[in-house]
C-alpha cells in the first residue's frame, strides 16, 4: 500500500508545528477585532493557521491543510458528527448487500452546489474515477481507493480503463458502489476529502486552473471559501447559502490569517484578535494557569524506527527491546514536550477505537506493551552485545531540524547514551523533506517518526508493518504478523470480535519483535475562548468541524 503523505505531513507538522509551535490555528471565538463587524454576538470567528493552503482540489489534496478546507466547503457522502459519530451528508441512507461488496446509497434530491446545479451521483463517480485515473496524478486517491474500491489499484497502474472502477449512477440520485473486498470501515471512509464529488462540467471549464482561487471552485458544504489564492495570506469562509442544510450553520464567516509564529498568535488572542492560539512549549508554563488554557489529545503516534537493514546492531532483537525501554517517556512529554502529549507504551493511540460488543478502549485493554524500565533495558543490552560479539554501538538517529525537535533529539540521544553502556548516537538533523526522502530510500539507522490515522480503524496503524507495505521501510517482516493482518482483511472483515482480537494479538507480537519504540501521543496545547461553541476536533482528516459552531450567547 502506498504511504499516505497525508499522514507523513501530519507528522512532520507534529515534528515541525507542535515541537516548533508553528501549528495551524484554526478556531472559533467571537473577536472584537472582527472584519465583518467584530461586535459582540456576530457570528463570526477570526482564525490563524500556519501556512498557506496548498490545493483546494480533493483530488490533489494530501495535507491537513487542505483536507480541512476541503471539509468546510464540500460534503461527501457522509460527515463526522460528535465523537466521530457519521451523520448524514449527500446520502441520506444506504444499503450493503449480504456480502458486504455492495453498497448503494439513496442521495437526497435538494443537495445544490454553490453555482445551483444539483448535486448527483454522477459526481461522485466523475469525482473517483478522477482520483484513481494515472493521468491525474493523485496520491491519496490510489492510496485511499485502492485495494477498496473495485479495480482502483489496476486503474491506478494503468492496466485498466477508470470506466472499470466499481462505482456507478443507477440514476441521478442512487450511487452504487462495488467493493474489492468486505471493508468494516469503508462508511467512514466515504467522509474524507478523496471522496468529495465534483461537478464534471464545471471543473472541466477551469482546467488547469480548477481549484486555484475562489473563483476555480464550487461549494457543496457549509462554507464557501473567499478571498483565496494558492499564495493568499489571509482568506475566508463564508456561510454557503445554497448548502442544503443551511438552517442548521450558524457561523456567517471565519476569516483566517497565516501567522507563523506562536507568539504572535498568542498577542493577538490577548488583543481578542484571534479566537485561539496554539502554545508551543515555552508558552504553556506561562498560560497553563490562563482559563482559557485547553489541552486536546490526538490520535497521532510517535516513535523510534528501527532500520534492520543498515547495520548489525539494529538487526538484533534484543538491541531494539534495550532501546525501546531505555528513555524515559513520562519525562520526556512533562518536561521537553510540555503540551499534553501523553506516553505511548504500545502502537493504537489511546481513545481511538472501541473494542466490539464491551465498548472499552482497545489501548485499555491490549495494555502497556513497552515501557521505561532502565534495568530491563540494560539486560536486554548486554544479551545483544553478546550476541553481535560487541562491547560498543554507534547509531545515527535520524529526527527533525526545528529547535524545540532538536530538544527532543538531544534528550533522547542523552537517554539512550546514558542508560546504555556503550552506545554513542550521533544525530543527524534535517529538513522534513529531506527527512521523508531518506526514510523512503531507507537511508537511515534510527529515526523519530510517527503516524496519524486515515481512517476510523485500528487496521490504519497496523497494517503499516506488513512486510510489503509501502511504509515499511525498516526491513522489518514477520510471516505471522503478516498473516494475522491478512486475516483480519479477509476472513474476518464481517466479524468484529474475532478481527479485534487478532488486531490485539498483531500488536503484541510487533511489540515483542521489539519493531518500533513508542514514545508518545500528540496533544495540542491551546488557548481558546469560552466564546466558541460547538466546534468539533477530529480524529482524522479535517482537524476541525464547524458546520454545528457557534458563537456562544
Not at 494503468?158 to 442512487?174: F, I, Q, R
Not at 493482518?485 to 468484529?496: H, I, R, T, V
Amino acid at each position: 500500500m502506498k504511504f499516505s503523505k497525508f499522514s507523513l505531513l501530519l507528522t512532520g507538522l507534529l515534528l515541525v508545528t507542535v515541537l516548533a509551535a508553528c501549528s495551524y490555528s484554526d478556531s472559533s471565538k467571537e473577536s472584537t477585532g472582527g472584519s465583518e463587524g467584530g461586535g459582540s454576538g456576530e457570528q463570526v470567528f477570526n482564525l490563524s493557521i500556519a501556512d498557506t493552503i496548498p490545493t483546494m482540489d480533493s483530488s490533489l489534496a494530501t495535507d491537513e491543510y487542505a483536507f480541512q478546507f476541503l471539509n468546510a466547503t464540500k460534503e461527501g457522502l457522509y460527515r463526522l458528527g460528535e465523537d466521530a459519530e457519521i451523520v448524514e451528508g449527500i446520502a441520506k441512507d444506504h444499503k450493503v448487500s449480504d456480502d458486504a461488496l455492495t453498497w448503494t446509497f439513496n442521495l437526497r434530491e435538494d443537495a445544490k452546489w454553490s453555482n445551483g446545479d444539483s448535486v448527483t451521483a454522477h459526481d461522485f463517480v466523475y469525482a473517483w474515477r478522477r482520483a484513481v485515473n494515472p493521468d491525474t496524478g493523485s496520491e491519496y486517491g490510489p492510496y485511499m481507493m485502492g485495494g477498496v474500491i473495485k479495480n482502483a489499484t489496476a486503474i491506478s497502474a494503468g492496466k485498466m480503463p477508470v470506466e472499470k472502477l466499481g462505482v456507478k449512477a443507477k440514476d441521478d440520485y442512487t450511487l452504487v458502489v462495488t467493493l474489492e473486498k468486505p471493508i468494516p470501515y469503508f462508511e467512514s471512509l466515504t467522509t474524507f476529502g478523496t471522496f468529495y464529488p465534483l461537478n464534471q462540467k464545471f471543473v472541466e471549464e477551469q482546467g488547469d486552473k480548477y481549484a486555484t482561487s475562489s473563483e476555480t471552485m464550487l461549494a457543496n458544504g457549509p462554507f464557501k471559501l473567499m478571498n483565496w489564492t494558492s499564495t493568499a495570506s489571509s482568506w475566508n469562509l463564508k456561510k454557503n447559502e445554497k448548502y442544503w442544510d443551511a438552517d442548521t450553520v450558524s457561523l456567517k464567516k471565519l476569516s483566517y490569517d497565516v501567522i507563523k509564529d506562536p507568539q504572535v498568535a498568542v498577542d493577538l488572542y490577548e488583543k481578542n484578535q484571534l479566537d485561539r492560539a496554539d502554545l508551543s512549549a515555552d508558552l504553556v508554563d506561562k498560560y497553563k494557569s490562563n482559563d482559557d488554557y485547553t489541552v486536546t489529545t490526538e490520535p497521532g503516534i510517535f516513535f523510534l524506527k528501527f532500520n534492520q537493514t543498515t547495520t548489525k546492531a539494529l538487526a538484533n532483537e534484543n538491541i531494539r527491546k534495550a532501546i525501546s525501554r531505555a528513555f524515559n517517556k513520562q519525562a520526556l512529554v512533562d518536561e521537553i514536550l510540555n503540551n499534553g502529549s501523553i506516553v505511548a507504551n504500545g502502537l493504537i493511540p489511546k481513545n481511538f477505537a472501541k473494542m466490539p460488543e464491551s465498548g472499552k478502549d482497545f489501548r485499555e485493554v491490549s495494555g502497556d506493551l513497552v515501557t521505561y524500565d532502565v534495568e530491563a533495558a540494560q539486560k536486554y543490552w548486554k544479551k545483544g552485545l553478546e550476541e553481535i560479539g560487541k562491547d560498543k554501538v554507534e547509531l545515527e538517529l535520524l529526527a527533525g531540524d526545528t529547535e524545540s525537535a532538536k530538544n527532543m533529539n538531544v534528550y533522547l540521544a542523552n537517554q539512550l547514551e546514558t542508560n546504555l553502556k556503550g552506545l554513542k548516537v550521533t544525530l543527524k538533523q534535517v529538513p522534513f523533506e529531506q527527512r521523508l526522502e531518506l526514510d523512503s530510500s531507507m537511508n537511515y539507522e534510527l529515526e523519530v517518526s510517527g503516524w496519524s490515522p486515515d481512517y476510523l480503524d485500528p487496521y490504519t496503524f497496523l497494517n503499516l508493518w506488513i512486510t510489503d507495505s509501502g511504509n515499511n521501510m525498516m526491513g522489518y517482516s514477520n510471516p505471522e504478523y503478516d498473516a494475522l493482518l491478512e486475516k483480519s482483511a479477509n476472513e474476518l472483515a464481517l466479524k468484529p470480535k474475532k478481527r479485534y482480537q487478532t488486531f490485539l494479538e498483531a500488536e503484541k507480537l510487533l511489540f515483542e519483535d521489539a519493531a518500533i519504540a513508542p514514545i508518545y501521543q500528540s496533544a495540542r496545547a491551546q488557548l481558546i475562548s469560552p466564546k466558541m461553541d460547538g466546534v468539533i476536533p477530529n480524529p482524522f482528516g479535517a482537524k476541525y468541524e464547524y458546520k454545528w459552531a457557534s458563537v456562544a450567547k
